[in-house]
């Protein structure tokens, strides 16, 4: 197990040092400076590195309102960026020399790489921030050449596109995952039974686990059973009949409850109202977990600048949007180190914007080496979650339709589906699709359709279909391989 592990860190390693040196030469200097927190979170042998990587975006924060303000000039701005990009490279290259010191395999550092690639890192970074004037060539900072002596390394770096780096992570982290000592929750034929007046309702879950590293979703329409099942996980209901365990969470000869409830952070979609100052009550979410003294307060201030909020720590409840008493609810939740997070509808008072930047963080989460936990989180927003989600469990009048993982959905289907909007009513848009092998339109709303094809029909088929006749979409999606199929509409 040891060596799985090894290699696990390894790809995780090389694929980090990968992404953040293509964030700056790609102008992401921003998620560079949050990325590096992840980093040193995961692979920094001294914990207070991770506390010294919220200064990058302090930094980074600061460089943002002196321009937003005008207070200081293009150039100085330009000056402080090459220097902050140049920090930024070092900081990733400190933390692998000291991890080479006391881990093998032994990987090298970024000074290995050769040093005109990192000039041109940051040259490319400040010409397409437009901040470098053609006269101020002394902006750029030279990296010294390696030492002419130094013997040719073959575990360098690979020097290969990130997403192939990430793919290659991937397959060691999900080789890992498939451990059965990996299992946080164990459900087994879980029912739930209510009576009612004027209807009965019962949820029935033949079987679910949920693993480190792994991001779950519960999806279908509301009133379907999901926060029922997610309160079930967290211990708030009990479950009419079946088995749920926890068996990384507990010593199973000694099954305390409470020792479980410590592990499970919940965040509800509904969010209490919080007294006081927002950062008070991360400092106490984090005390009565144990985290204390100097300790608390560097926990704190490194969540806060994880996630973005630093700017409102002294704030109040009232004084926020939704879419930042999420994210400060998902601040308290992590500030003691959950190993199991369980969110329910935690997108439903979003922006766009925001759904995006907070299913990353999820993600982000989710990959994490150094603190590793399982996710599971209840939408309604498919597409969404079906961006980061390593499972989905779709539920229906308290029945499972699927259950497993997303990338296997549809792998067996007849037919291909496509979502569309079109100024096309059903029977114009029968006319368009004569041509084609379609087998069913249901109609989801006004001028929106799903349609369905044999399998032999492509995006790229039915795209040109609508371009031939000179039809305007308003958006189409395929949706051949999305549990968004699961969902029946009119015909």
Same mark, same amino acid.
């Given at each position: 197990?040891?060596?799985?592990?090894?290699?696990?860190?390894?790809?995780?390693?090389?694929?980090?040092?990968?992404?953040?040196?293509?964030?700056?030469?790609?102008?992401?200097?921003?998620?560079?400076?949050?990325?590096?927190?992840?980093?040193?979170?995961?692979?920094?042998?001294?914990?207070?590195?991770?506390?010294?990587?919220?200064?990058?975006?302090?930094?980074?924060?600061?460089?943002?309102?002196?321009?937003?303000?005008?207070?200081?000039?293009?150039?100085?701005?330009?000056?402080?960026?090459?220097?902050?990009?140049?920090?930024?490279?070092?900081?990733?290259?400190?933390?692998?020399?000291?991890?080479?010191?006391?881990?093998?395999?032994?990987?090298?550092?970024?000074?290995?790489?050769?040093?005109?690639?990192?000039?041109?890192?940051?040259?490319?970074?400040?010409?397409?921030?437009?901040?470098?004037?053609?006269?101020?060539?002394?902006?750029?900072?030279?990296?010294?050449?390696?030492?002419?002596?130094?013997?040719?390394?073959?575990?360098?770096?690979?020097?290969?596109?990130?997403?192939?780096?990430?793919?290659?992570?991937?397959?060691?982290?999900?080789?890992?995952?498939?451990?059965?000592?990996?299992?946080?929750?164990?459900?087994?034929?879980?029912?739930?039974?209510?009576?009612?007046?004027?209807?009965?309702?019962?949820?029935?879950?033949?079987?679910?686990?949920?693993?480190?590293?792994?991001?779950?979703?519960?999806?279908?329409?509301?009133?379907?059973?999901?926060?029922?099942?997610?309160?079930?996980?967290?211990?708030?209901?009990?479950?009419?009949?079946?088995?749920?365990?926890?068996?990384?969470?507990?010593?199973?000869?000694?099954?305390?409850?409470?020792?479980?409830?410590?592990?499970?952070?919940?965040?509800?979609?509904?969010?209490?109202?919080?007294?006081?100052?927002?950062?008070?009550?991360?400092?106490?979410?984090? /005390?009565?977990? &144990?985290?204390?003294?100097? !300790? *608390?307060?560097? +926990?704190?201030?490194?969540? %806060?600048?994880?996630?973005? @909020?630093?700017?409102?720590?002294?704030?109040?409840?009232?004084?926020?949007?939704?879419?930042?008493?999420?994210?400060?609810?998902?601040?308290?939740?992590?500030?003691?180190?959950?190993?199991?997070?369980?969110?329910?509808?935690?997108?439903?008072?979003?922006?766009?914007?925001?759904?995006?930047?907070?299913?990353?963080?999820?993600?982000?989460?989710?990959?994490?080496?150094?603190?590793?936990?399982?996710?599971?989180?209840?939408?309604?927003?498919?597409?969404?979650?079906?961006?980061?989600?390593?499972?989905?469990?779709?539920?229906?009048?308290?029945?499972?339709?699927?259950?497993?993982?997303? /990338?296997?959905? &549809?792998?067996?289907?007849? !037919? *291909?589906?496509? +979502?569309?909007?079109?100024? %096309?009513?059903?029977?114009? @848009?029968?006319?368009?699709?004569?041509?084609?092998?379609?087998?069913?339109?249901?109609?989801?709303?006004?001028?929106?359709?799903?349609?369905?094809?044999?399998?032999?029909?492509?995006?790229?088929?039915?795209?040109?279909?609508?371009?031939?006749?000179?039809?305007?979409?308003?958006?189409?999606?395929?949706?051949?391989?999305?549990?968004?199929?699961?969902?029946?509409?009119?015909?």
């Amino acid at each position: 197990m040891q060596a799985r592990d090894n290699n696990l860190e390894r790809q995780k390693l090389e694929s980090f040092v990968t992404e953040i040196q293509d964030l700056i030469k790609n102008n992401q200097l921003e998620l560079a400076t949050k990325r590096v927190g992840y980093f040193a979170e995961d692979f920094a042998i001294d914990k207070k590195r991770k506390y010294e990587a919220i200064d990058f975006q302090r930094r980074y924060a600061q460089l943002q309102e002196n321009k937003r303000k005008g207070s200081i000039s293009a150039e100085i701005i330009s000056r402080n960026i090459t220097a902050l990009t140049y920090s930024i490279l070092e900081f990733v290259d400190l933390i692998l020399e000291e991890y080479n010191k006391l881990s093998k395999p032994k990987y090298n550092s970024i000074s290995t790489l050769k040093y005109q690639e990192l000039n041109e890192l940051t040259t490319t970074f400040n010409s397409k921030n437009n901040l470098v004037e053609d006269n101020l060539e002394d902006n750029i900072i030279e990296f010294p050449p390696p030492n002419e002596n130094q013997e040719n390394n073959s575990n360098e770096i690979p020097k290969t596109p990130l997403e192939k780096e990430k793919q290659l992570w991937k397959e060691k982290r999900d080789f890992i995952i498939d451990s059965p000592d990996n299992i946080v929750v164990y459900a087994s034929n879980i029912t739930k039974q209510y009576s009612g007046k004027v209807s009965d309702f019962k949820l029935i879950l033949p079987e679910l686990e949920l693993k480190f590293g792994e991001i779950t979703s519960l999806v279908g329409e509301n009133g379907n059973g999901k926060t029922t099942l997610l309160r079930i996980i967290i211990g708030e209901l009990a479950q009419s009949s079946g088995v749920l365990k926890y068996p990384v969470l507990i010593d199973l000869k000694k099954h305390n409850w409470y020792q479980i409830k410590q592990q499970i952070a919940y965040i509800p979609q509904e969010l209490p109202k919080w007294s006081g100052l927002l950062v008070d009550n991360l400092h106490f979410a984090a /005390a009565i977990h &144990g985290i204390k003294g100097k !300790e *608390n307060e560097d +926990e704190v201030d490194f969540i %806060l600048w994880r996630l973005g @909020l630093d700017k409102y720590r002294n704030a109040t409840w009232n004084e926020i949007s939704g879419g930042f008493k999420m994210r400060f609810a998902l601040a308290k939740a992590l500030v003691w180190k959950p190993k199991l997070l369980v969110l329910d509808e935690p997108l439903a008072n979003l922006d766009v914007n925001t759904q995006l930047l907070f299913l990353q963080d999820l993600r982000y989460l989710a990959d994490s080496l150094a603190h590793p936990k399982a996710i599971i989180l209840s939408s309604q927003h498919l597409y969404e979650v079906e961006s980061i989600t390593n499972n989905i469990v779709f539920i229906k009048e308290g029945s499972v339709l699927y259950n497993g993982k997303l /990338a296997n959905f &549809g792998e067996d289907r007849e !037919e *291909n589906a496509f +979502e569309l909007g079109c100024r %096309l009513s059903k029977e114009e @848009l029968m006319d368009i699709l004569e041509k084609i092998s379609y087998t069913e339109i249901q109609i989801i709303g006004h001028h929106q359709y799903i349609v369905n094809t044999s399998r032999s029909i492509t995006a790229n088929d039915m795209m040109k279909l609508f371009i031939d006749h000179n039809i305007t979409l308003k958006y189409f999606r395929d949706i051949s391989k999305s549990t968004r199929r699961l969902f029946k509409t009119e015909r």
